[in-house]
């Protein structure tokens, strides 16, 4: 059964750059089908899609934030990361990694999610 | 960029009763791109519904979702206690993936 899990700083300074590291067992990172996706959630508020990569290193953004993130992945070592760059309080959130499973019509939807991992962003 | 809607922000309702959760959107949503998850406090969400009304692995038949062009609905026939949690619906036909901001469905 494959699990995802989030590591990484729970405390960045602001204007620092935020990084986590999204951990996959029991299944194949390297697998053609599926994405591999970054989501945030600030305490009480909704679900915010960061961006995401394939196993061939292909990458999209959330324009949002485009200008600051960077996702990569190492398939040898089986996980993904997520950079954000110049980080502010707006940034403080709860961090999840998440599979997308290829649909037809190239789409995906989040079948696995990680547990979570909250990063306050404070000096 | 679609935007989702979902309103009311919260439902209240007893165990047994049937819920009906809407989410508007911003423009017509093509090819069935929409889904619906279910998340409790301090867990992740979980995948309910997608391609708006087929269900996920695992998910009991009490939750259905149906709709077409800008206008969809998450419906649970009968509530049982594990269903109060908050519900939202997303979109993820074409980047940026957008959530709606959520249903809470809490116990009246």
């Known amino acids: 059964q494959v699990q995802l899990q989030e590591s990484g700083p729970g405390l960045v300074k602001p204007s620092q750059t935020l990084s986590l590291t999204c951990i996959v067992s029991?299944?194949?990172?390297?697998?053609?089908?599926?994405?591999w996706s970054w989501i945030r959630q600030p305490a009480g508020k909704g679900l915010e899609w960061i961006g995401r990569?394939?196993?061939?290193?292909?990458?999209v953004y959330n324009p949002s934030l485009k200008s600051r993130v960077t996702i990569s992945i190492d398939t040898s070592k089986i996980h993904f990361s997520l950079n954000l760059s110049s980080v502010t309080a707006a940034d403080t959130a709860v961090y999840y990694c998440?599979?997308?499973?290829?649909?037809?019509?190239?789409?995906?939807?989040?079948?696995?999610w990680g547990q979570g991992t909250m990063v306050t962003v404070s000096s | 960029e679609i935007v989702l809607t979902q309103s009311p922000g919260t439902l209240s309702l007893s165990p047994g009763e049937r819920a009906t959760l809407p989410c508007r959107a911003s423009?017509?949503?093509?090819?069935?791109?929409l889904a619906w998850y279910q998340q409790k406090p301090g867990l992740a969400p979980r995948l309910l519904i997608y391609?708006?009304?087929s269900r996920a692995t695992g998910i009991p038949d009490r939750f259905s979702g149906s709709g077409s062009g800008t206008d969809f609905t998450l419906t649970i026939t009968r509530l049982e206690p594990e269903d109060f949690a908050v519900y939202y619906c997303?979109?993820?036909?074409?980047?940026?993936?957008?959530f709606g901001g959520g249903t809470k469905v809490e116990i009246k």
């Open positions: 998440a599979r997308g499973a290829i649909v037809p019509g190239g789409n995906y939807i989040f079948d696995i």
């Open positions: 029991g299944g194949s990172i390297s697998s053609g089908s599926y994405f």
């Open positions: 990569i394939h196993s061939s290193g292909s990458t």
């Open positions: 423009q017509s949503v093509s090819g069935s791109y």
């Open positions: 391609g708006v009304s």
């Open positions: 997303q979109y993820y036909g074409s980047s940026p993936l957008t």
